[in-house]
């Protein structure tokens, strides 16, 4: 039955059905979005709750874990529908996935010709070989493992300069030198053949893999944000994933294993109870419904994390920035985004007074709504825990 349903969507041509997986720490989100040229909808969601243990860091720790989570998710977002998706595309986080941007310059030997496009694929390949060096040297040092196999998961050019001058399209242009700078996002083999396990697990192609915070900052790259730049902050339940937009493109990310089951573990080890309670007294702090005994007892075990997260945040604003100044406008999302005190406690710790601001920073809230070019149910469009998987889309 499946397999003939995949066959008929593939003569019709006209309309094209993908599944898509936000496998986070917290909750495993799928998506069935539906392609019709240039539009895109979702039209099945489905929000499931991991198993504690099957997901570490944003990182799969049990495939057969993950893969059970996300039978139920594909079965729930396909219940009011009769597609089915041809391939899947699953989002990749987690805090080895390393953003590297990489400068590479080339003096050409006959300035007077027309720079061409072979120029510059020669020139993106240089960037893409010296970028996975860097990220291979930097995942080496942070987990021991000299002989590390890294993939590129995106590869994008953030900007172009011929003889210094920036320039959106260099062909054609003549030039004594082309300089151009190309962001990457890398990825362990291991993280990423847990996804092709997990695909295979649901009996889905595996169409490709995407940073989460890449997606998450290319889906709000608009005018604004190309001109005047932005950082997109999400806090999710394992990671806290950092996206800075600068200079007309994505110039950075950063992952740090810090987010909202932090918070929640600390609440289980301080009321001696388990996880799961310890999640719905945490909702309840959120939401100002315990009492004043317990909301205070919360209040101190929260306030201590987020003194941590303050920290982890502040470290990697510093690295993205690489003392140049940094982008006025700050976007929060993600479920850990909602966590009562995160936001006055920004102000209290005063972190933006120790990188480089010309001006106090504005703090948006973004939600899935904010997402544009983007049609279907609205639970799927709403609220700051469903960007991710709106961005994904």
Do not use: W
């Not at 960037?127 to 493992?145: M, N, P």
């Not at 011929?162 to 291991?190: E, Y």
């Not at 893999?209 to 709000?220: D, F, G, K, N, R």
């Not at 608009?222 to 997109?232: D, I, P, Q, T």
Request: hydrophobic share 40%.
């Amino acid at each position: 039955m499946f397999k003939s349903l995949l066959k008929k969507q593939k003569r019709t041509g006209k309309y094209n059905y993908r599944l898509i997986l936000d496998l986070g720490t917290e909750f495993l989100k799928a998506s069935l979005v539906e392609y019709a040229g240039s539009e895109v909808s979702i039209i099945g969601f489905s929000r499931e709750k991991q198993r504690y243990g099957d997901m570490d860091g944003g990182s799969v720790a049990s495939i057969p874990g993950v893969i059970t989570t996300a039978r139920q998710a594909l079965g729930r977002a396909v219940q009011r529908t009769p597609h089915r998706p041809q391939d899947i595309v699953i989002g990749i986080a987690g805090a080895f996935v390393k953003g590297v941007s990489t400068i590479v310059e080339r003096r050409r030997k006959l300035p007077y010709k027309c720079i061409t496009e072979k120029e510059i694929c020669q020139l993106v390949q240089h960037a893409q070989h010296k970028g996975l060096e860097e990220a291979r040297e930097i995942l080496r040092r942070e987990t021991g493992q000299k002989k590390l196999n890294v993939r590129a998961i995106n590869s994008a050019v953030v900007e172009v300069k011929v003889d210094g001058f920036r320039v959106n399209n260099p062909l054609k242009f003549r030039a004594g030198t082309i300089s151009i700078r190309v962001f990457h996002t890398f990825c362990p083999l291991v993280h990423i053949s847990a996804l092709s396990s997990v695909a295979r697990g649901l009996g889905l192609p595996l169409a490709g893999t995407l940073a989460e915070p890449y997606a998450v900052a290319a889906s709000i790259l608009n005018h604004e944000a190309y001109e005047f730049g932005a950082l997109v902050v999400d806090i999710g339940g394992g990671t806290t994933d950092i996206a800075l937009i600068r200079n007309g493109g994505i110039e950075g990310t950063e992952i740090f294993a810090m987010g909202g089951r932090a918070f929640t573990r600390s609440i289980a080890s301080r009321l001696n109870v388990t996880l799961e309670k310890a999640e719905k007294i945490k909702l309840k702090y959120s939401q100002g419904r315990l009492d004043d005994r317990e909301q205070s007892v919360v209040k101190d075990v929260v306030q201590a994390d987020l003194s941590i997260l303050y920290q982890g945040l502040e470290t990697a604003l510093t690295r993205l920035s690489r003392g140049e100044a940094l982008p006025r406008r700050i976007y929060f999302c993600g479920g850990g985004s909602s966590l009562a005190g995160l936001m006055e406690g920004l102000e209290d710790e005063k972190i933006f007074q120790t990188l480089p601001y010309f001006e106090n920073p504005e703090i948006v809230f973004l939600c899935g709504e904010d997402i544009k070019g983007l049609a279907g149910e609205g639970e799927i469009i709403t609220g700051p825990e469903n960007v991710t998987p709106a961005a994904l889309a």
